[in-house]
């Protein structure tokens, strides 16, 4: 049988390479789909202390891979000897190997806008079998927005004050989605190490953010080491079943009724729908992760468990490259995995010189 492979082409520079991932498929026998990222150089004092990068005296390639069947199923078992890595045409050996699960820090950001689409203890159910899914040396913070963002537990591995805090949860009005993310990823996980993921449980569409904004998120997201896992749902329909019921009833000079509703603000019209989606799928993809789209109570809770099932599951692959590196120099880097009907999901490999 012919071998199938996923390929993915990134850009390495001589110094630090912001993380960014792009999502492939291709499942022909011969066809190769890649993408080049050029790089900027950063300053050796802006090297991440993410298991993601390893220190060594010469320049080690690191790059984290996640590998799903076709359903989103992870696949834990590919081996080193099924990996290939090319850099600029020549094959490159595999120095460095690790596929064994490893503890995590989660955000779990749950929006608190009104919403008929799923009811409070839904959401609460759902994420408390989210929680009960971690191993001990997981650790989660449970943070809620509406128009306000509320830190309901910092990091912890104690999962009745991660309860507890799910259980706090409260409806409210508005929705801050941009500053709860740019909370969490410029202030709450500036400073902790090791393996990083944000859960998001929203429909995308922000309508009370000031300050930050999507364009400023993706740009810091590009140079993060944090997954995005967004769970998506719809709430178009039930926003415009509200904008009905607020009608109101005006008459004209001849005293006709007629019907008078107000223009539709932020958060009411389907561009915003529109870009509340490539939102998502623009923070999933850059930092590895992906959209999970829920529209029932069962598949919410499916999603929660599929992350949780997910972000336990990852490879990473390290080589020494053959050649010298040049500062502001982009490389192209194609990862195979030698393995028919197979998804690959990465970061980009980020380079440290020390």
Do not use: W
Not at 20 to 25: D, I, K, V
Not at 185 to 207: E, W
Request: net charge neutral; aromatic share 8%.
């Amino acid at each position: 049988m012919k071998c199938s492979f996923i390929a993915f082409l990134i850009g390495v520079a001589a110094i630090v390479l912001p993380a960014q991932s792009r999502h492939y498929q291709d499942y022909s026998d011969s066809a190769t789909r890649t993408e080049k990222v050029s790089a900027r150089a950063k300053p050796e004092s802006t090297a991440s202390s993410s298991d993601d990068v390893i220190k060594v005296d010469t320049d080690l390639v690191t790059i984290p891979v996640r590998i799903s069947e076709k359903n989103g199923r992870p696949v834990p078992d590919v081996g080193q000897a099924e990996f290939r890595i090319v850099e600029n045409g020549v094959e490159q050996q595999i120095a460095y190997f690790q596929n064994e699960e490893q503890p995590f820090t989660v955000a779990l950001l749950l929006d608190m806008s009104y919403s008929d689409v799923f009811k409070l203890h839904d959401i609460q159910a759902a994420a408390d079998l989210f929680v009960g899914q971690l191993r001990d040396q997981d650790k989660v913070m449970v943070m809620s927005f509406d128009e306000k963002v509320r830190v309901l537990c910092k990091p912890t591995s104690d999962r009745r004050i991660m309860r507890m805090a799910i259980e706090g949860t409260q409806i409210g009005s508005g929705t801050s989605l941009y500053t709860a993310l740019d909370d969490v990823l410029n202030d709450h996980f500036a400073k902790i190490p090791g393996r990083k993921a944000i859960v998001i449980l929203s429909d995308g569409v922000d309508t009370s953010s000031k300050i930050a904004s999507a364009r400023s998120l993706v740009r810091d997201l590009t140079e993060s080491d944090i997954l995005i896992y967004p769970i998506q749902y719809n709430t178009y329909d039930d926003v415009q079943k509200n904008r009905r019921k607020d009608a109101r009833i005006a008459y004209d000079e001849d005293d006709r009724p007629y019907t008078v509703q107000d223009a539709p603000g932020r958060g009411e019209r389907p561009e915003d729908y529109r870009k509340a989606d490539e939102f998502f799928g623009d923070i999933a993809d850059r930092t590895g992760g992906r959209v999970y789209k829920v529209r029932s109570n069962t598949n919410l809770k499916d999603a929660f468990a599929a992350i949780a099932d997910e972000l336990r599951k990852t490879y990473t692959l390290g080589y020494y490259p053959n050649a010298g590196r040049s500062p502001g120099e982009s490389y192209s880097i194609k990862v195979r995995v030698y393995r028919p009907n197979l998804l690959i999901r990465a970061k980009e490999g980020r380079l440290s010189v020390k």
